[in-house]
């Protein structure tokens, strides 16, 4: 498979869990002492698309998350944690991206994702982008790299975790203004059996 095929299929998972227009971080999105584990998530779900993921667990506060669609298949670990009586997930891709086995130092990129979990659906909520260009155009105490004046902004926080969860506290905002970027139905409760 070349190059090109491999990045567009790379991009396309990412996309999944993403969507257009990201906020990443160097740092988790919060402190690992704070992670909670929800085993709720545990289990095979899929999507109207025909995307799907397979959530297990790692230990007693992180999950291996594999997400796949028609074209390929993606691993992350994911941490979950309640802010404000919101639950939220950090994922972190799990693997060299982009097939670049030789480059072994690549720092691991964050995304943080607000999760709805009922009992046969959970959803994906992203980051409202036009909020947070907003917000951190006014924050005088936030780090950040952005391109927000772009048809499809990203933001790069340059933070610590414990700063990254306060301005998620302090901003409600941030999660509450779109519609969920992605849900799925559960489909096996535990996919090892």
């Not at 545990?42 to 995307?51: I, K, P, R, T, V």
């Not at 994922?91 to 964050?110: A, S, Y």
């Not at 990203?154 to 975790?161: L, N, P, V």
């Not at 901003?171 to 779109?178: E, K, Q, S």
Request: aromatic share 12%; proline share 4%.
């Amino acid at each position: 498979m070349n190059g090109f095929v491999k990045m567009y299929q790379s991009c396309v998972l990412i996309l999944i869990l993403s969507g257009i227009g990201c906020t990443y971080s160097i740092e988790p999105f919060f402190e690992e002492e704070d992670a909670i584990f929800l085993p709720q998530l545990l289990g095979e779900w899929a999507s109207e698309d025909g995307s799907g993921i397979i959530i297990d667990s790692l230990d007693s506060k992180t999950y291996q998350i594999t997400v796949f669609d028609s074209l390929s298949i993606k691993n992350w670990i994911g941490m979950t944690t309640m802010i404000d009586s919101r639950y939220f997930i950090d994922l972190t891709e799990n693997e060299i991206p982009l097939g670049l086995d030789d480059f072994k130092l690549l720092i691991p990129i964050h995304i943080v994702k607000r999760l709805i979990i009922t009992k046969d659906t959970v959803y994906f909520n992203s980051m409202c982008i036009s909020c947070a260009c907003e917000l951190i155009s006014s924050e005088s105490n936030i780090h950040y790299v952005s391109d927000c004046n772009s048809e499809f902004p990203d933001i790069y926080f340059r933070d610590t975790s414990k700063r990254l969860s306060q301005f998620i506290a302090d901003h409600p905002v941030l999660f509450d203004d779109i519609e969920p970027s992605q849900y799925f139905v559960r489909v096996n409760v535990n996919p090892k059996e």
